[in-house]
Antibody
Framework: QVQLQESGPGLVKPAETLSLTCTVS????????WNWIRQPPGRGLEWIGY???????NYNPSLKSRVTISLDTSKNQFSLKLNSVTAADTAVYYC????????????WGQGSLLTVSS | EIVLTQSPGTLSLSPGERASLSCRAS???????LAWYQQKPGQAPRLLIY???SRATGIPDRFSGSGSGTDFTLTISRLEPEDFAVYYC?????????FGQGTKVEIK
């Protein structure tokens, strides 16, 4: 059974760069789309983007200028970097796997709360 | 961008009753790449349905999905106490994946 675990700083100052890592266990990173999704407190879900095992990426246009998602298969990890953060980026950040259509976001991490505050 | 509109916003029902949740898309969703998720407080979403009508692994058969094109429905045939939660639809038909705003199923 694939398991995902997010890790991150918990608190980031405005204008700095948010960095989160998702560690994957129990499965191969090949032929899978590795995603980040976020959820502001009390609100709905927003898809941020994915990286495919080949390195192909696809980002939400609303965040594209600030986002980088990358993969490190040697460590079984993938990462999210979001620069120039503001309070609007405060959210629970989830990593999730997508094995390819028609199956959707199949496995999820438990989520990591990231607060932007000085 | 494909906008997904879920209705109703809140559904108040009793255990044992049938729940029908709607998800309407602003454009046709090709190949029925439409999924449903359940989220309970403090937990990550859980995949229930993919491809509009296929149940994910381990999902009870009281959950079913139907629809095509722009209109989709999640049906819970008989609500169990553990089914009271928020439900989201999501499309991955276009390059920009989007979620609906959610329907909360609460105990009446």
């Amino acid at each position: 059974q694939v398991q995902l675990q997010e890790s991150g700083p918990g608190l980031v100052k405005p204008a700095e760069t948010l960095s989160l890592t998702c560690t994957v266990s129990g499965g191969s990173m090949r032929n899978v789309y590795w995603n980040w999704i976020r959820q502001p407190p009390g609100r709905g879900l927003e898809w941020i983007g994915y990286v495919y095992h080949s390195g192909l990426t696809n980002y939400n246009p609303s965040l594209k200028s600030r986002v980088t998602i990358s993969l490190d298969t040697s460590k079984n990890q993938f990462s999210l970097k979001l620069n120039s953060v503001t309070a609007a980026d405060t959210a629970v950040y989830y990593c999730a796997s997508h094995p390819g259509a028609p199956v959707a976001l199949q496995h999820w991490g438990q989520g990591s709360l990231l607060t932007v505050s000085s | 961008e494909i906008v997904l509109t879920q209705s109703p916003g809140t559904l108040s029902l009793s255990p044992g009753e049938r729940a029908s949740l709607s998800c309407r898309a602003s454009q046709n969703i090709n190949r029925n790449y439409l999924a449903w998720y359940q989220q309970k407080p403090g937990q990550a979403p859980r995949l229930l349905i993919y491809g509009a009508s296929s149940r994910a692994t381990g999902i009870p058969d009281r959950f079913s999905g139907s629809g095509s094109g722009t209109d989709f429905t999640l049906t819970i045939s008989r609500l169990e106490p553990e089914d009271f939660a928020v439900y989201y639809c999501q499309q991955h038909s276009s390059s920009l994946w989007t979620f609906g705003q959610g329907t909360k199923v609460e105990i009446k």
